[in-house]
T-cell receptor, first 117, second 115 residues
Framework: GAVVSQHPSWVICKSGTSVKIECRSL??????MFWYRQFPKQSLMLMAT?????????EQGVEKDKFLINHASLTLSTLTVTSAHPEDSSFYIC?????????????FGEGSRLTVL | AQSVTQLDSQVPVFEEAPVELRCNYS??????LFWYVQYPNQGLQLLLK??????LVKGINGFEAEFNKSQTSFHLRKPSVHISDTAEYFC?????????????FGGGTRVLVKP
């Protein structure tokens, strides 16, 4: 099946710094990538949808200046948490789909756990 | 808009016993249905999906699910669970097979398999 890789798996940072999380599709071209946030023992909350070469579409209530998403190529999308604060600590998961994979299924990365001190 | 309800937030079950995880959805259009599993600190892995055809779908790890259009349900079952099935399970729905279509997730069901 299609493989999506996220990096880093774990990151700890100081309050006020910025953190970048990468999401790569390893064996297919991801025309669309989704970024989710997951709080402990809860479901996935969609943050934004990014299409290659265009601006991301953010869900209601998600600060686009806080969570910068870039989808510059068909295999890479990045999420940058700017000026991170402890309340930004969470598990962030990306998923991807591509026109060559016309099954409706999304392929998920392994997730990135962010801890802001 | 679509919505997904997973009726049980937690399901404790003994090893080798059967388990059923309930999922109901609402949608004004035809849907495609998925079950994903999430192990601790990991992403989601697809267990099975219903796109069309037979309403009984078999997936990985011995799981199966049945699509019931009249009851708008897609319950997941396994006849005999293992300790390794301890995980979070998510039911999801989409309205298109096209790339870029969003999935709407249920709240998740935590399965705890006891020895």
């Amino acid at each position: 099946g299609a493989v999506v890789s996220q990096h880093p798996s774990w990151v700890i940072c100081k309050s006020g710094t910025s953190v970048k999380i990468e999401c790569r599709s390893l064996d297919f071209q991801a025309t669309t990538m989704f970024w989710y946030r997951q709080f402990p023992k809860q479901s996935l909350m969609l943050m934004a949808t990014s299409n290659e070469g265009s601006k991301a579409t953010y869900e209601q209530g998600v600060e686009k200046d806080k969570f910068l998403i870039n989808h510059a190529s068909l295999t890479l999308s990045t999420l940058t948490v700017t000026s991170a604060h402890p309340e930004d600590s969470s598990f962030y998961i990306c998923s991807a789909s591509g026109t060559s994979l016309n099954t409706g299924e999304l392929f998920f990365g392994e997730g990135s756990r962010l801890t802001v001190l | 808009a679509q919505s997904v309800t997973q009726l049980d937030s937690q399901v404790p079950v003994f090893e080798e016993a059967p388990v059923e995880l309930r999922c109901n959805y609402s949608s004004s259009v035809s849907v495609y249905l998925f079950w994903y599993v999430q192990y601790p600190n990991q992403g989601l892995q697809l267990l099975l999906k219903y796109l069309s055809g037979s309403t009984l779908v078999k997936g990985i790890n011995g799981f199966e699910a049945e699509f019931n259009k009249s009851q708008t349900s897609f319950h997941l079952r396994k006849p005999s669970v293992h300790i390794s099935d301890t995980a979070e399970y998510f039911c999801a729905v989409s309205v298109s097979k096209a790339a870029g279509n969003k999935l709407t997730f249920g709240g998740g069901t935590r399965v705890l398999v006891k020895p």
